[in-house]
């Protein structure tokens, strides 16, 4: 079946730098897109959503993109700060209806201090 | 507010054996979510509730796994028997209602942690 996927498994950057996570989803139905934070031994938490009518959305410190000619989103995480290390994981959905979100296989984040 | 709680936090059991998860979503919210988290992936839904009837059930194993959520509050979520691939984290939320509306946030709890020896 369609499933959202990842580019990178892992990612280090340094404190202060700027980072980029990228996905890819195949399921050209999908019209809401989100990004989730999971930290070691908690749930995931919701970072920021897009909707297909919407190339860019911005949130504090964060910035989501979204090509729907490509298929591809990605995350911009501005001055990333050691709290910032963690999983990320994009996942898609039908923003009406009752289709369930897919989520990709996540891409850990290390900040370097 | 208070978050979804879930317990117990870990739980080590020999396959065969039977286990439950507990979770208590966030007050107010119609919709409960349980999903499956195996190590090194995305969390995949299991199954979902709206109140107390089931919405999507669709990748739910039933032959060994069952969930409840009778007074359309609490869930539980069962397994038996336990099988060495169902070593992961069990990751329950909850959202408003969504029905056939937009989609709402949902808000995940901290998860099960499951292993299966």
């Known amino acids: 079946g369609e499933s959202v996927g990842l580019h990178l498994p892992t990612l280090s950057v340094q404190e202060g730098d700027n980072s980029i996570i990228n996905c890819a989803y195949s399921?050209?139905?999908?019209?809401?897109f989100i990004w989730y934070k999971q930290e070691s031994g908690k749930g995931p938490q919701f970072i920021i959503d897009?909707?297909?009518?919407?190339d860019k959305r911005q949130g504090q410190r964060v910035t989501v993109l979204l090509n729907k000619t490509v298929k591809h989103l990605s995350l911009q995480i501005a001055a990333t700060q050691p709290g910032d290390s963690a999983v990320y994981f994009c996942?898609?959905?039908?923003?009406?209806?009752?289709?369930?979100?897919?989520f990709g296989k996540g891409t850990r984040l290390s900040v370097i201090a | 507010e208070a978050g979804v709680a879930q317990s117990p936090r870990y739980k080590i059991i020999e396959k065969r054996q039977s286990v439950a998860f507990w979770c208590n979503p966030i007050?107010?919210?119609?919709?409960l979510y349980w999903y499956q988290q195996i190590l090194g992936q995305g969390p995949k839904l299991l199954i979902q509730?709206?109140?107390?009837?089931?919405?999507?059930d669709s990748q739910l194993p039933k032959d060994r796994f069952s969930a409840e959520r009778l007074k359309g509050v609490d869930s539980t979520l069962k397994i038996q028997p336990a099988k060495l691939e169902d070593s992961a984290v069990y990751l329950c939320?909850?959202?408003?209602?969504?029905?056939?509306?937009?989609?709402?946030?949902?808000?995940f709890g901290p998860g099960t942690r499951l292993t299966v020896t």
């Open positions: 509730f709206q109140n107390n009837g089931v919405v999507d």
């Open positions: 996942a898609e959905n039908k923003y009406s209806g009752n289709t369930p979100l897919v």
């Open positions: 007050s107010g919210h119609a919709t």
């Open positions: 939320a909850s959202s408003l209602d969504r029905g056939s509306g937009p989609i709402y946030e949902q808000y």
């Open positions: 897009i909707r297909s009518n919407m």
């Open positions: 399921n050209s139905a999908s019209d809401y």
